[in-house]
T-cell receptor, first 118, second 116 residues
Framework: AQKVTQAQTEISVVEKEDVTLDCVYE???????LFWYKQPPSGELVFLIR??????QNEISGRYSWNFQKSTSSFNFTITASQVVDSAVYFC???????????????FGKGTKLSVKP | GAVVSQHPSRVICKSGTSVKIECRSL??????MFWYRQFPKQSLMLMAT?????????EQGVEKDKFLINHASLTLSTLTVTSAHPEDSSFYIC????????????FGQGTRLTVV
């Protein structure tokens, strides 16, 4: 069965601190996709990244970076020099790939609520 | 990315009434749509998957007679919450996926339903 675990329920940091959000996943599939979404209080899901299981390269996008390690089934997300606007709930998610390689439904972790204080 | 429009964004209804939520793919043909539900301070859970022209497949524990899903066209899927009760108050969000290989799914903005 597929499962996503975000062990950190809530994290509170002071502005400009770096923060890492952990994500551990379980799947028996060899082809799958991993995601991170940001959910501000408005509720809308903001897409941050999608990574397929064959691409273990780490990625950096501005202050955001992601560390994908298949050996430990982890897909951690780091925000460098955090800002108040980063305050939100962050979800890690997993999706299997169908026979055509398309993304299936998402299995979400429970989310990590990040509070960045000025 | 592709655009998925969900309407309404917020709705308040009286207990016992029905509410329809629309999910539209604006710039692609969505052969598959996923409907998720999120209770306050909880994660998102898949309710059902619908393919255009077919009956929806519901997840275990989701009442298909209560949550009616229609996916009659390649750009529109609807979720109707019938005889809504306060425990149905939740955030409902759809996701649409096109046909073809290596396609991804895109989320709508979500609908916050409050049943009073």
């Amino acid at each position: 069965a597929q499962k996503v675990t975000q062990a950190q329920t809530e994290i509170s940091v002071v502005e400009k601190e770096d923060v890492t959000l952990d994500c551990v996943y379980e799947t028996r599939d060899t082809t799958y996709y991993l995601f991170w979404y940001k959910q501000p209080p408005s509720g809308e899901l903001v897409f941050l990244i999608r990574r397929n299981s064959f691409d273990e390269q780490n990625e950096i996008s501005g202050r955001y970076s992601w560390n994908f390690q298949k050996s430990t089934s982890s897909f951690n997300f780091t925000i460098t020099a955090s800002q108040v606007v980063d305050s939100a709930v962050y979800f890690c998610a997993l999706s299997e790939a169908d026979y055509g390689g398309s993304q299936g439904n998402l299995i979400f972790g429970k989310g990590t609520k990040l509070s960045v204080k000025p | 990315g592709a655009v998925v429009s969900q309407h309404p964004s917020r709705v308040i209804c009286k207990s016992g009434t029905s509410v329809k939520i629309e999910c539209r793919s604006l710039d692609f043909q969505a052969t598959t749509m996923f409907w998720y539900r999120q209770f306050p301070k909880q994660s998102l859970m898949l309710m059902a998957t619908s393919n255009e022209g077919s009956k929806a497949t519901y997840e275990q524990g989701v009442e298909k007679d209560k949550f009616l899903i229609n996916h009659a066209s390649l750009t529109l899927s609807t979720l109707t919450v019938t005889s809504a009760h306060p425990e149905d108050s939740s955030f409902y969000i759809c996701s649409a996926r096109a046909t073809g290989g290596f396609t991804e799914a895109f989320f709508g903005q979500g609908t916050r339903l409050t049943v009073v």
